[in-house]
């Protein structure tokens, strides 16, 4: 499998773009891969005080931008929409770029978060209902996504959709499908991630099949010529998480999140053109937010 292209953004989060958490470790869903654990290592803000106040901390400290995250109502929302003044005073303030990760949203959410000027919306898209409803707890349809994407599009906000490889135990189940469904959408960049092993949950011991990535990241590539498609920064931990970043590589991903020290190495061994951002792997990447890395 040949490598595909010549050029990759690594995109680093860390102190650049941290995450931060807007209902703290509460979560309705408790989703089986996760169980709320994946909050605990977020920074939590529940007010618009609290907010802006760790905002501008991380702001002084260096921060390019923010992911404002959370767990979800039993619906599936992130409540976003309820931190719009603090997303105002600290775009005002700052200039920082802001990103919002917020479930299912309505079209008047949408509006009012544009309004607020959020630059961008992650929106995690399932293409198997029986996967929603047995990982997530959720009874949706279809239409319940797309109408989220929809939404999102109409509102202006720049969207990155997110499918998640093997969030179905493991197995993969309507990751293409999801894929159709974003594609109406025409989103800035579409991101691949994996269902990752958290310790304390009932997928603690599940991976994804490595072969699975391969045909969800090519099947990706070949069906959004014009979007870049990104390996985000849920992709597996340990060895795996390597290969999967070599096997992203090959495919003729865009960028990756979060790279591991070899897939960087191999990267500058076989010429590629690399640039470093300090930012989101689903935002366009800007001069304001390169980084070097010695």
Do not use: W
């Amino acid at each position: 499998m040949p490598v595909s292209g010549k050029k990759i953004n690594f995109f680093i989060t860390s102190n650049y773009f941290p995450s931060i958490s807007v209902t703290g470790i509460e979560c309705s869903l408790m989703c089986q891969h996760c169980k709320g654990k994946l909050l605990e290592s977020l920074i939590p803000a529940i007010t618009c005080d609290e907010l802006v106040k760790k905002a501008l901390l991380l702001h002084k400290k260096g921060a390019k931008g923010i992911l404002l995250t959370g767990g979800c109502d039993e619906r599936g929302r992130v409540p976003v929409c309820d931190i719009v003044p603090a997303i105002q005073e600290i775009k005002e303030k700052t200039g920082m770029l802001l990103i919002a990760h917020t479930g299912f949203i309505s079209r008047e959410d949408a509006s009012t978060l544009r309004v607020s000027g959020l630059d961008g919306i992650g929106f995690d898209v399932i293409g198997d209902m029986g996967t929603a409803k047995e990982v997530y707890g959720l009874s949706v349809s279809e239409m319940d996504y797309v109408e989220s994407l929809r939404a999102i599009r109409d509102s202006g906000i720049m969207i990155f959709p997110h499918v998640c490889v093997g969030l179905h135990f493991g197995k993969l189940r309507g990751e293409i499908r999801a894929l159709e469904m974003i594609r109406e959408v025409k989103p800035a960049a579409v991101i691949i991630t994996g269902l990752m092993p958290v310790s304390g949950t009932p997928m603690a011991h599940i991976k994804p099949r490595l072969s699975d990535f391969e045909k969800i990241i090519t099947k990706a590539v070949e069906m959004f010529p014009g979007a870049p498609v990104v390996l985000g920064c849920a992709h597996s931990s340990g060895k795996d998480r390597e290969k999967i970043e070599m096997i992203a590589m090959k495919c003729g991903v865009r960028g990756i999140a979060a790279p591991t020290v070899s897939t960087a190495r191999f990267a500058r061994e076989n010429g590629f053109e690399i640039n470093y951002y300090g930012m989101c792997c689903g935002l366009v990447p800007r001069e304001s937010t390169r980084i070097e890395i010695p």
